[in-house]
C-alpha cells in the first residue's frame, strides 16, 4: 500500500546506496594512495625509480634503503594482458560472428548458455587446469625445462576474458538494426560484406568497450596467472620464459611481509598503481562510448 | 520449369505459391509487371503484398521455412531455378523499404556502397556515380556540402530518398518499394511520387501502398491482392473506375471490411 512514509524511506535508502556507490571507490581510492605514497614520502624512493628500474628488493623493516624499481611487474602484466588480448580477441569475434549471424537459433540456445558458464568458474580453477593440463602440455610440445611461462599465462588469461568479450561482442552484434543488413543485402552485398561492412562497425564501439572490459579483468587477475607464469622477477626472456606482474607480486608476497615496512610500503604502490590503471579503462570506455555516441547522430 | 518468353513484361510470374511453414502466403499468383511502367500494389493489411514484393528479389530467402513453387522470371530467366545469384539478381532489382534504413555512415558512403561492393574503388568514379546518383533523385544541392555527415542526421524524408539515391547507384533495372512514403511528411511524400514518375523512364517500378490517392496518382497498373491472392489487376483507370470484381470495390471505394 502507499504511504508518504514508506517512500520517504525508500527514498533514503536508495540514495544511502548511490552514495555509497561513490563513495566507497573513492575511499579505497584515498586509501591506496595513501598506503603507496610511503614508499616514496617515508623511504624516499622516487617515481622514476619505481617506474623504470629492474631490481625489486625492498627491506621488510622499518628503516628502509632497498630498491624498489617495479619495471618488471609492470612491463609482465603489460606483457601477459597483451598477448592475452591477442589471443582472445580473435577468438572471441569469430565465435560472436558465428553465434549471430551465422547460427544465430544454435547460437542463442547453445553457445550462449556454454559461453556464459565460463563467466562463473571461479579464477583458481582456471588456474589449477592451467598448471595441471597446460603447463605440462607446452612443456612437452616446445621441449622446455618448464611449460610455467608467458605463454602459458597469457593463454590462461585469454580463456577467462574469452567469455566476457564473446557476450559483449555478440550484444552488440544483435543490437545492430535488422533494417541496415537487409538494406545490405537489398543491393547485393554477400554475408561475409554485410558482416564485416555493416555490422561490425556498427557494433564497433560496444565490441570495444568489450575489450577493454576484457582487459581490465586481465590485468586484475593474480591468482590464474600466479600459478602458470612462474613468478620469476626479471624481464622474461621469450614468451616461454618466466616473468612476474604486478598482480602475481602482490598476491604471493602480500601475507608474509609486515605492515608498516618498506616492502609492505612497495606493494601498496603497486596496488594503487593498478586502480590508477583500471580508472584509466574505465575513462577509455566512456569515451568511447561518447564519440560513438557522437558519430550515430 | 518452362522457359516462356513473356513479351514485353520485365517480370513473369506464373502460378505463384509462398508457404511459410504450414501457412499459405500467396496462392497461384499470375501477373505480369511491364517495364518502364509503374505498379502499384494494394490490399488489406497481411494479404501478401510484401510478400509478394519480396520474392521478386528473393528477400525471402532470409525467412526460415519460407517455401516457394512456381515461375519468377526476370526478362524470360527464373530467378529461383536458373542459377541466378541472388547477388546478381538485386543488383537488378533493387529495393526502397518502409522505414527509411541508412547505413550509420556518411552520406557519401552510403550511395557508394553499392558501387564499392561491387568493385569500383576509384574516387573520381565513384565521386561522379555519388554526383548522379544524389542529383537524379534530386538532392545534390541540398547535400552536396555535407556528403561526409552521417546520414543518421537526416530527416526522414531526406534519409527516404538518400535510400532511393543509394539503391540507384548500382543501376538498377527494377526498383521495388514497400510503402516507401508511409513513414512520411505530406511534403515528402509528394516529392517521393514525383521522383517515381520520373524515375519510370529508367527503371521499372513496383510500389506497395495503402494509399489510394496514391496508386491513383502514380501507377500504371494496379493489383489487387486479398488473402494471399490477387484479386484482379489492370491498367490503373480501369481498376479505380470500373472494378471487375465486387471486392476490389469494396476495398478503393473503402467500404471494406
Ligand atoms: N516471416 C514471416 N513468417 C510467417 N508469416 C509471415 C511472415 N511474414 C509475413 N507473414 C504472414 O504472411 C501474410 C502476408 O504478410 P505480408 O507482410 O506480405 O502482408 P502485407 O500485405 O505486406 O501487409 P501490410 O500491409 O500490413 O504490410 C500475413 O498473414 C503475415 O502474417
Ligand atoms: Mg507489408
Redesign the interface.
Known sequence: MYSKGKEKTWKFFVLLCGLLMIALPIAIGIFLAVKGNALFYQYHHTLGEFLFTTTWKLKDDLVGGGKGGAAVFIVGSLIVCGLALLIAVPFSLAAAIFMTEIAPKWGTKILRPAVEIFVGIPSVVYGWIGMTVLVPFLQNVFHLKTGRSVLAGGIVLAVMIFPSITTVAADAIRAVPVSARMAAYGLGATRWQVTHQIVMPAAQTSVLTGVILGLARAFGEALAVAMVIGKTPAFPKGIFGQTATMTTVIASRMAELMEGSEAKAGLWTIAFILYLISLFFIFLIHIIAAKGAKKNK | MSEKKATSAKFYVHDLDLFYGSFQALKKINFQIAANRITALIGPSGCGKSTFLKTL?R?ND?VEGCKITGDVQLDGRDIYTSGMS??????RV??V?Q?P?????TIYDNVA??PR??GVHRKSELDEIVETSLREVGIWDEFKDRLNK?A??LSGGQQQRL?IA??IA?HPEVILMDEPTSALDPISTMKIEDLAVEMKEKYTIVIVTHNMQQANRISDTTAFFLLGELIESGPTQDIFLNPQNKKTEEYITGRFG
Open positions: 528479389n528477400m532470409f541472388e547477388i546478381e539478381l538485386r543488383q533493387g529495393m523499404f522505414q534504413n541508412p547505413f550509420p555512415k556502397y553499392g561492393i561491387r552521417s543518421l542526421g535510400c543509394r539503391t548500382v
